[in-house]
């Protein structure tokens, strides 16, 4: 394991970060880090500041990104207390089931989930994978992190969620804490389920809809195209 001498960059990435975060077209918010938090998550990745996915654990407690919506992973916060090692299981908080050989490293308050991809996937290795709450299926976004994250900062997000989103979302998830989103009934992926403005909407941690959307994900990976499944709830 490197030090963490090694891994404190003289170039960091974070002014170049910076740079795009004065880009952004749309609200967003750089949640404030403690220093000692930043440089353990720093430690346990084994990432340098030098790389944009080192600059963002060591320099914010995570970034939320269009009112929310999207969250990009830091060293933790109040208002978004999951960190790049809680998501990840390193170190001695832990907060899902992991994931091996992938990386998660944001997620939206619809239950999609970014992963940056170590083997896990068939696709390019390095790059992020996007786990979509309306198919239960990972996808290749075709760019590594720091691409990735400033298409998150400056892209087309609007048209990216396109199909999630409805009138007065905004409202909905105003104030809300990084660590919740929405688990919809119908699910989303349920034809029943669409669109998203006709289904029952909770706020629910985000560990609860990631063990609930890979649960799905696993239970329905081998039903055929079409099939038919039927969802109970109790009460």
Not at 71 to 87: E, H, I, V, Y
Not at 176 to 203: C, H, I, M, N, W
Not at 213 to 230: F, M, S, T, V
Request: with cysteine; aromatic share 10%.
């Amino acid at each position: 394991m490197r030090p963490l001498e090694e891994l404190l960059s003289d170039e960091s990435a974070w002014p170049l970060i910076q740079t795009w975060l004065g880009e952004a077209p749309r609200d967003v918010l750089v949640l404030p880090a403690e220093r000692a938090e930043g440089e353990a998550v720093l430690l346990r990745l084994q990432v340098t500041s030098h790389s944009a996915l080192g600059a963002v654990a060591l320099e914010t407690g995570g970034i939320l990104v269009d009112r929310g919506w999207l969250r990009l992973l830091g060293s933790g916060s109040p208002r978004m207390r999951s960190t790049l090692a809680s998501w990840n299981t390193i170190g001695d908080r832990p907060e899902i089931r992991p994931l091996e050989h992938a990386l998660v490293v944001g997620h939206d308050c619809m239950g999609g989930f970014f992963a940056l991809n170590g083997g896990q996937f068939d696709g390019e290795q390095g790059h992020v994978f996007y786990f979509a709450p309306d198919t239960l299926r990972w996808e290749s976004l075709e760019r590594g992190y720091a691409d990735f994250l400033h298409w998150t900062l400056t892209g087309d997000l609007d048209g990216f969620y396109a199909e999630l989103r409805w009138p007065g979302w905004e409202e909905e998830l105003a104030g809300a804490s990084g660590d919740v989103g929405f688990a919809l009934y119908p699910p989303l992926f349920t034809k029943e389920g669409q669109p998203p403005s006709s289904a029952r909407r909770t706020l629910v941690p985000m560990s609860e809809l990631w063990n609930v959307q890979q649960d799905y994900a696993r239970r329905l990976a081998d039903l055929p195209e079409g099939a038919e499944i039927r969802f109970e709830v109790d009460g």
